[in-house]
């Protein structure tokens, strides 16, 4: 089993920054991939960012690439999501998200995953 816990989030203006992180406990030597997923109101929960847990691989959402960053602390097992020119678009429940596999790097969860209870962002002026 592995534990998530979030922090970060919260009010941002339009063209704001918000960061995010992230960290696993447990039995953490089952991750290779770690990451965020959102889910807005009335829509579906989509991949937002996710790292390989060793490694280059990166995935990001075609509506946050050149605006988020999503970053990994090996030793700290911590992920972290910089989230800079925040859009109203991006207001979403965020959810850190771990998997035994490497699903998340093409956008996917799977069942075997593990989740955060998920933190608000809102982007309002």
């Known amino acids: 089993q592995v534990e998530l816990a979030e922090s970060g989030g919260g009010l941002a203006q339009p063209g704001g920054s918000l960061r995010l992180s992230c960290a696993a406990s447990?039995?953490?030597?089952?991750?290779?991939?770690m990451g965020w997923f959102r889910q807005a109101p009335g829509k579906e929960r989509e991949a937002v960012a996710s790292?390989?847990?060793?490694?280059?691989?990166?995935y990001y959402a075609d509506s946050v690439k050149g605006r988020f960053t999503i970053s990994r602390d090996n030793r700290q097992n911590t992920v972290s999501l910089q989230m800079n020119n925040l859009k109203p678009e991006d207001t979403a429940v965020y959810f850190c998200?771990?998997?035994?596999?490497?699903?998340?790097?093409?956008?996917?969860?799977?069942?075997?995953?593990?989740w955060g209870q998920g933190t608000q962002v809102i982007v309002s002026s």
């Open positions: 998200h771990a998997s035994p596999t490497l699903r998340s790097l093409t956008g996917r969860a799977g069942p075997d995953d593990f």
């Open positions: 447990g039995y953490i030597f089952s991750i290779n991939s």
């Open positions: 790292t390989a847990w060793s490694g280059d691989g990166r």
